[in-house]
């Protein structure tokens, strides 16, 4: 964390712009799913230690669906893709062309389209990483967790990311241009222990 707390402010603006890049990407990504127009705020990016992730996403009893990929290549780590609830929920409908209010529980076909949208959204965000890095990142198979968001957020999974205590977080949200309609994400970033300094080593290079 001392690290991060050393970055410039125009060091966190190139991590910002990856971001800003990444959501792009997915939203263009999104589009292309649904056949819907999709529109993108300026993403929220907070750099936080891992033990103060439930900070970002509220309410700690809030519901979400969380889908997980593993960072392979140049760098390591993992990436989670979260949801809440209601979110989900309408994630789903889209990808499955259905109207609003068709899914009021995430059974197994809603997980089966979120886990696939979780995959398309994740890999977006990855090769912004990856074209800012000039380096090769690969995404694993996604798994899908739905659960509270603080027991997501400490499972396994995170306890599994190799030592790091640190998270880059990006809050986007998403919007259906026709209907002018929210759809709420958060994008987590865990890098293991080489591959944030790595990370660090390449915003200083501006």
Known sequence: MDEVRQLTARQLDALREVANIGAGHAATALSQMTGQTIMISVPR???SAVDEIPNQLGDAEEPVAAVLLRMLGDLTG?????F????????????SHKPEGTFGTLDAYEQSA???????????YLNALAEFMGMILLPSP?????DMSEAIL?????????????????ESEFFLKERNE?????????????????????????
Do not use: C, Y
């Open 45 to 47: 990016l907070v750099v």
């Open 78 to 82: 993992l990436t989670l893709l979260v």
């Open 84 to 95: 809440p609830h209601r979110s989900a929920l309408r994630l789903a409908e889209m990808m």
């Open 114 to 124: 979120i886990k696939e949208a979780g995959n398309i959204l994740s890999s977006a």
């Open 142 to 146: 996604p798994q899908l967790e739905v």
């Open 154 to 170: 400490r499972s396994t999974f995170v306890e599994s990311s190799r030592g790091t205590d640190l998270a880059f977080v990006i």
């Open 182 to 206: 929210p759809l709420r994400g958060f994008f987590f970033l865990l890098p293991d222990v080489a591959s944030l300094d790595h990370i660090l080593k390449a915003v200083r290079l501006g």
